[in-house]
């Protein structure tokens, strides 16, 4: 395959491109505040410790094993435990495929809010509203944001032209901006009195949360998805991995990074909610209403809010590169015939068309439930079933052990056939059960 990523650090900045996202700026800081704070963030990092050395790199093996993306991945890991299973795998790949699109079609929507915020941060309209009147003034109107809309598609598809090339290029100038604007932003907010008690909040775990099942169940969600690892985006970013590089190894990079990323924007909103005696776990309306109020009340508020807006439109950007580019190689590699630009056209009418019938946030939230709820745990379940149970041990290790010192072995993949494979239930069956969307 020509498609490659030139570089380890490309390709990892492009991995932490799609997984940082909204489930970093807001999800994270807002199930922290609803969860424990610091026994949120405890029980965190234990999943994210697991997810990323045994689920990660295992979708980052199986893409680069099979040198292509989601659908054919499938195919090949059923294949190696037997030859007719193929066709099976092959369609049981497009479940998760179609998660991606779906959740792509609803996320384009939430950026092209972002971007409305952006915009009004510019011409100085956001420093001067009600941001609780001024969120309801699009957020509940049809075909409010069409142009930003558009904007956000077709931009994002053009970073897709080149596949990994332009990919890799984009999020090499994305990333860097993303974090060092969420730095200068914690520092701000680190001046603003009662921040503090923000701080103590996150970092000192109020241990009798870690009694409650749910608060290991939401930690559990949050480090599932914030990795991607959802049977489908990062197998595609496997495929364009060099033979050489040490996919445990990069996997862990990536999670240190979207790990950062996770707790830099709660450093930014964890404290400021403190500072002004707002809601922690406010969700959606963090971004959109909280924000900007504190925004409003500090000195050179607007340069911020432009700064906060342009790191969260890069954040969305890279990871709706992603859920496209999974879908756009999968086509490709099944359908020949057509080129990457009919692709990309493709994918932009169908994001566009279905989008803008569901563009007040009102309908997008039902949307992004049912595709949250139901397809993307269960593509995911499908996914670490794929890897451990029914791939050959011998292949997928033999994937996961090119280009290591020190090969893994038993403990490794008996993690992921046992633990990890049975999070991805448990998280599926409390969100069918439950109805939550983590």
Known sequence: MKKKFTNR??????AVGSAVGMANVWGFPAKM??????????????????????????EYAIGRRSKTGTL???????????????????VVGWLPLAGSMCIAIGYAVIISYVFKAFWNSMTGTLMHVDTGKWFDSFS????SVVPFHVIVVVVTLLTLLLGAKSIEKSNKV????????????????????????????MFTPDWSMLKNPMTWVWAMGQAFFSLSVTGSGMIVYGAYLDEKENVVGVAVRTAVFDTIAALVAALVIIPACFAYNLDVGAGPSLLFVTLPR????????????IFLYVAMIFAGISSLQNMFEAVGESLE????????????????VICLGFGLTMEPIFKWGPWMDIVSIYIIPIGATLGAISWFWIMKKD??????????????????????????????????TVALVNKIAF
């Open 72 to 90: 054919g991945s499938y195919k090949n890991a059923w294949e190696s435990r037997h030859k007719k299973l193929g066709t099976a795998g092959g």
């Open 174 to 201: 994305m990333m860097p901006i993303f974090f060092l604007v969420f730095v200068v932003l914690a520092i701000r907010v680190a001046f603003l009195p009662g921040a503090a008690a923000g701080y103590k909040f």
């Open 395 to 428: 292949d997928l290790l033999g994937e996961i052990n090119k280009s290591v010192e020190k090969p893994f072995g038993n403990l490794w993949y008996y993690s992921g056939k046992f633990f990890y494979v049975a999070c991805a239930i448990i998280l599926c």
């Open 294 to 305: 504190i925004l409003q009340d500090i000195p050179f508020g607007q340069g911020f809010a």
């Open 9 to 14: 650090w490309g390709f990892v900045l492009s």
């Open 140 to 143: 509940t109107t049809h075909l």
């Open 33 to 58: 505040g609803a969860n424990g704070g610091g026994a949120f963030l405890v029980a965190y990092l234990i999943f994210i410790a697991l997810f990323s050395v045994v689920g990660l790199s295992a």
């Open 333 to 348: 590699a099944k359908f020949p015939k057509l080129n990457r630009i009919a692709v990309l056209v493709l994918m932009g």
